[in-house]
């Protein structure tokens, strides 16, 4: 049996039992956590491809080529070379940005070579459309800088002694003119505008810059220059990592494998990917309690897609979990519980995570409202006339847009929750049509009628809570 087979037996018992308990719940972290360091290099090339493929988008142009060619390097006595491309940027990492790098930890694990393509010409350049300020050129200094950044907070989910570092400048700032057009005449611009930003803009009456078009082919030549066997990277990048492919061919070499991540939904449950932009995201800064916090914020349906990206749970493990769910001896909240733990451990140990759980538990399992301290509060009189959605965004910053509180609300994720004497509540889920109504309006038309007078009154969007005051 493998050593991660051997890890597999010894959870399962743990899955089995109550993973309400904190003694099961730190068993299983200790087991899962000790997964993050384990050697996959004894699995056989098809479980290898089939744990990467089980974590990926696309996987082209085969699980069963990638399989063949892991076979194909270990009859040579080494690993596959594995391409991830880092556009040093920003300082600031969230969660979302972790994910491919879990898996080039995987590869790494296996045995292969992973090598982190440095975006430095990139970063030089800045935004080559001209037309955002949000990505200015940046200075070598700045680019050390967001690096050092970059592998500070990254280092707990990937082991950066074991990689090899290019800079992407190393190539591309010396390209002679005749070799870039040698290297353009090879790439039909109907293939550059396959890009749905490009044909977005185009349809729009907008039309695009050259260095927009080349921009991609000279990305492109990153693969070439080191003879990438595998590109690894978001799905939003697929296209572009199909470029590296032909670029490969133009350059005589066999082109490389493409393995695609998926972007990771953000905490509020909008739909909209995880970004700093949209306020939806974990920083890897953040404490371990909010980082717990913000996980147990999250819809019911991330959990899957969590748990995917962030554990070293296997589909078995998973299997077996969502079986529990079905047949009811696994509540939701506890599964969630151990995910927040699962990632406050990959981030600052086993002992935070347990601390964090119980540190939420004392704050969330009090059977009143008003016990809970340092809620943030509505008073009718200011906001009453204000739409439920304009609150939610606006003055509360429950959710990143109107829309995103109107989609929450089309979930069953908005309510209006009355408490009364003795902890008793009564929560009324607002729909769609609410939403839009004046926050005021809605809180009379629930209060009218009652016998009895409620001793509080809150608004509920996903985990998130307000007092309504007024």
Known sequence: ??????????????????????????????????????????????????????????????????????????????????????????????????????????????????????GDITAKIGDPTGRSDERPPLTDEDIARNLSGYRDQVRPFFDFERVRFRHNSEWLAGITLPKLIGVLSHVSASALLQRDDF????????????????????????????????????????????????????????????????????????????????????????????????????????????????????????????GRLADGTLHPMALKRVLAGEVVAALHGIEAAMSARAGFAAQFSKKSFTEVAALPELVLAEHGGEAVTAVLTGVLGFTPSASAARRLAKQNGLRLVLEFAGGRQEAGVLAEADALRALGEVVRERLEGLEEKPEGVYLKAGRKLARVLG
Request: glycine share 8%; aromatic share 4%; hydrophobic share 40%.
């Open 1 to 118: 049996m493998t050593r991660l087979g051997d890890s597999v037996q010894r959870a399962s018992a743990l899955f089995a039992q109550d993973l309400s308990s904190d003694s099961t719940v730190r068993q299983l972290l200790e087991e899962t956590r000790s997964r993050r360091y384990l050697d996959l290099s004894d699995l056989s090339a098809e479980e290898q491809a089939a744990l990467i493929a089980s974590r990926a988008v696309d996987v082209l142009p085969g699980v069963e080529k990638l399989a063949e060619r892991i076979a194909e390097v270990r009859k040579a006595g080494r690993g596959l070379r594995v391409k991830f491309g880092i556009d040093p940027t920003a300082t600031d990492v969230h969660l979302g940005h972790t994910v491919p790098m879990i898996v080039l930890s995987r590869f790494q694990r296996m045995g292969h070579e992973a090598t982190l393509i440095i």
């Open 199 to 322: 044909r977005n803009r185009l349809e729009g009456g907008h039309g695009l810059s050259m260095s927009e078009l080349i921009y991609p082919v000279a990305m492109a030549i990153d693969s070439a220059e080191i003879d990438a066997e595998i590109e690894l990277g978001g799905v939003d990048q697929l296209l572009n990592m199909q470029m590296g492919r032909r670029v490969m061919e133009i350059y005589g070499l066999d082109p490389q494998m493409i393995v695609t991540m998926p972007l990771i939904e953000g905490t509020d449950g909008s739909g909209a990917k995880m970004s700093k932009s949209k306020g939806n995201y974990i920083p890897l800064t953040a404490t371990p309690d909010d980082v717990f916090g913000k996980i147990m914020s999250i819809p019911d349906r991330l959990m899957e897609p969590y748990l995917l990206a962030w554990t070293e749970w296997t589909d078995q493990e998973l299997a077996l979990v969502k």
